[in-house]
């Protein structure tokens, strides 16, 4: 709990981070873990979660098993189980795939669980602590469903449950003894945990061999190096790194995505293109690509193609299906992120309809984007806009308050506020909005209308 709450205050979102956050965070990843030799990180993901429901289910699974196995163990013994097998199980998610992301303590619960499993199984544990027959063999189900469900479903890893899980049979089965068994020094339980943890060090150097001359691994580094350039808008250098990732990996779609990204920054539209219909090819259902692609056609000033692409990528409604599917689903209830993107659906195509001359088409979708979020600061500033065309001023006026609202550190919203109390006679408050856009340094495109030269 503690290590969500510190999450909470660096600023991740509290439902779904993003990986990027999660690393920045502390979170397990081969590529800084083991190629920046940050073996921190093998302990602090332990402690860290990929949102509140992931973090709900650890603790449920804890809370169910956790006091039962440490009576069958020892406190002390649970303590180490418990981290050994998260620090194995976070080598053994490298292991299996050295670019996810391993975060959480789910391969300590499956540690301490195989070992609570193995000592009754035994009979190493006292009676009231034991798990019966039955519910062993109802447990030992549930976890190989869970491990066919993980072979399907990139939200489980399989890697670091497996290995947690393993990890906890094996402590269980050398740091508990038969009853009236002597022990001796080498057989004593510090012993035998100095022994156990002689396989990190194994682990690491296995990962090491696994990650050398990966090239999923090289594109992988290569391509976060290009999301911190772009993020400082150094386009040419970010485009060279994104060159590189794709050299190592030329399947990688996400690469394809932010270089197509990229290029538009620097006006190579057609290089965009072709990139982003890569990645339609592979993914013809990928929604934002689709965006993505809309946005670039808008770039090359053709709006009718640009609201086909748009009109491709409304029409395709998230369908999940299964336990995770519902899980998604579930979460979407709570998060402002999906509401978010899915108004930006509707916000762009209104954008791109008020470029091509379709005001009331524009208006419509304005509408339905500030129902699905009403905190969305830009469909109201595009809806502003619409109603500006038409003539409506105040409703106009309205909107911009609103959109300024939300969020005052958009130049769009003062330059259109600019234009819409010059029409209402409000020179005075033109001229204070108008200040405010010069600071913000926003662009406007081509064809929106623009500020009457007697302002100035």
């Not at 006091?67 to 303590?79: D, H, I, Q, T, Y």
């Not at 391993?102 to 193995?118: D, K, R, T, Y």
């Not at 508990?176 to 060090?201: G, H």
């Amino acid at each position: 709990m503690a290590g969500y709450l510190a999450e909470i205050a660096l600023g991740l979102n509290w439902l779904n981070p993003d990986s990027s956050s999660l690393i920045n965070a502390g979170a397990n990843f081969a590529p800084t873990t083991i190629g920046r030799g940050e073996y921190w990180r093998l302990l602090v993901s332990i402690f860290l979660h990929a949102g509140i429901f992931h973090l709900a289910l650890n603790l449920y699974a804890l809370i169910g098993f956790g006091p039962m196995a440490e009576s069958a163990l020892g406190r002390w013994r649970f303590v180490f189980i418990f981290i050994l097998s998260g620090v194995v199980g976070g080598l053994c998610s490298m292991l299996a795939n050295p670019i996810t992301t391993s975060i959480g303590c789910s391969g300590a619960n499956l540690g301490i669980i195989g070992a609570l499993m193995l000592s009754s199984w035994l009979k190493r544990a006292e009676l009231s602590a034991r798990l019966s027959r039955p519910q062993l063999l109802l447990l030992a189900i549930f976890l190989l469903y869970s491990l066919l469900l993980g072979l399907s479903s990139t939200y489980i890893d399989n890697g670091a449950h497996l290995g947690g899980f393993i990890t906890g049979m094996f402590a269980s089965l050398l740091l508990t003894k038969p009853a009236n068994r002597k022990v001796s020094f080498f057989s004593s339980a510090p012993a035998k945990a100095l022994a156990l943890t002689a396989v990190i060090p194994v682990l690491i150097a296995v990962d090491q061999k696994r990650i050398d001359n990966n090239n999923d691994v090289k594109c992988c580094i290569e391509h976060m190096d290009a999301v911190a350039l772009l993020k400082e808008k150094k386009y040419f250098h970010g485009i060279e790194k994104l060159d590189a990732a794709h050299a190592f990996k030329p399947s990688d779609t996400s690469v394809l995505a932010d270089r197509a990204r990229a290029l538009v920054e620097i006006g190579r539209f057609d290089k965009a293109l072709a990139d982003i219909d890569k990645v339609i090819e592979q993914h013809p259902k990928d929604r934002l690509a689709l965006m993505n692609k809309a946005s670039i056609y808008h770039k090359m000033k053709d709006d009718h193609r640009a609201i086909a692409e748009m009109d491709k990528a409304i029409a395709l409604e998230a369908k999940p299906l299964g336990l995770i599917g519902i899980f998604s689903s579930f979460q979407n209830i709570f998060s402002t992120t999906g509401k978010q993107e899915e108004s930006t659906f509707y916000n762009n195509r209104a954008w791109f309809k008020l470029a091509n001359g379709q005001i009331d088409s524009a208006l419509e979708d304005c509408n339905q984007a500030i129902k699905i979020n009403r905190s969305s600061s830009t469909a109201y500033d595009t809806r502003s806009l619409a109603y500006y065309l038409q003539g409506k001023y105040q409703l106009a006026d309205q909107d911009l308050v609103s959109a300024i609202r939300c969020n005052n550190k958009d130049g769009a919203f003062y330059y259109h506020r600019t234009l819409t109390l010059m029409a209402l006679g409000k020179a005075t408050d033109a001229k204070a909005a108008l200040a405010r856009y010069r600071e913000l340094d926003y662009k406007p495109e081509a064809w929106e209308p623009k500020v009457p030269a007697d302002i100035n």
